[in-house]
Nanobody, 121 residues
């Protein structure tokens, strides 16, 4: 199980940092991805980070405002979101796949419950 936190209501232009922490296991030998799903829309990828080398990958258009990082001491992955826009409003999920970021949604085996991010204009 994964636990996301850090969502909330923020004004356009603001920032939020989401956290993803595993329960009952560690991120060792996994890749951790962030996805989001807005009402009435399909889940879309935000980006991914490999635990073993810290390498990050981002979906198109996410590279300039979103940053994924990993704190090995805390076994926590973060999604830093800056200059948020109303179209970023969605439920944000983290998930894990093994052993590395593949870009394939179907490879994710564990998901969190999601955290709501709402950006007001």
């Amino acid at each position: 199980q994964l636990v996301e936190s850090g969502g909330g209501l923020v004004q356009a232009g603001g920032s939020l940092r989401l956290s993803c922490t595993p329960s009952g296991f560690t991120f060792a030998d996994y890749a951790i991805g962030w996805f989001r799903q807005a009402p009435g829309k399909a889940r879309e990828g935000v980006g991914c980070i490999n635990d073993h080398d810290g390498r990050t990958y981002y979906a198109d258009s996410k590279t300039d405002r979103f940053t994924i990082s990993i704190d090995y001491a805390r076994n926590t992955v973060y999604l830093q979101m800056n200059n948020l826009k109303p179209e970023d409003t969605a439920v944000y999920y983290c998930g894990v796949e093994s052993p590395a970021c593949s870009g394939s949604y179907s490879r994710y085996v564990v998901w969190g419950q999601g955290t709501q991010v709402t950006v007001s204009s």
